[in-house]
């Protein structure tokens, strides 16, 4: 995977299917009705009953709908890949103006892959993923993928500048 800054926004390119697939999962994650991910990001806050009755009455549908609306511009923001020439590889461009809820959107996607995979902190740690099943090494691999994208979109990687699109010679 390569990355470069231009004028309107982030593109990722080189992205190979496995990664595609990854993000496209996105969306789906942050929709996901499974009880462990609704009680990861829509977490109990309260010890008590009357202000946990508020919160879920109040707050919980707010955040249901942010966390929709970030699966709905990041599905959309997907359906602009473009396939690399020759390759099986694509190449996404995330637009300046929707890099907060693309931020929002892959935290909580790395926070649902990490409960339906039944991963522990010690599943994070190097020498932890020798010790994950088949299965829990995906989600650890997919993770990871999506933590590099946002560190990228925080600005701790130093990438080139590229001008515009044009001038990377993308549609």
Request: glycine fraction near 8%.
């Amino acid at each position: 995977m390569w990355v470069a800054r231009v004028a309107e926004g982030y593109v990722f390119g080189g992205l190979l299917p496995q990664a595609v697939e990854t993000l496209k999962g996105v969306p789906m994650l942050l929709e996901s009705s499974d009880g462990r991910v609704r009680a990861r990001l829509l977490p109990e806050t309260f010890e008590e009953a009357e202000a946990q009755e508020t919160w879920q009455r109040h707050a919980v549908p707010e955040l249901e709908r942010l966390f929709l609306s970030r699966a709905q511009l990041v599905r959309r923001d997907l359906a602009t890949m473009r396939k690399m020439p020759s390759t099986d590889q694509q190449v996404l461009l995330i637009p300046d103006g929707h890099v907060s809820a693309w931020l929002a959107a892959l935290n909580a996607a790395r926070l649902a892959l990490f409960e339906m995979n039944d991963l522990e902190a010690r599943h994070m740690e190097a020498e932890g993923f020798g010790g994950a099943t088949k299965k829990q090494q995906e989600a650890l691999l997919r993770i990871h993928l999506l933590a590099e994208i946002q560190s990228v979109l925080l600005g701790d990687f130093e990438i080139d500048e590229a001008g515009s699109l044009d001038d990377l010679g993308i549609d």
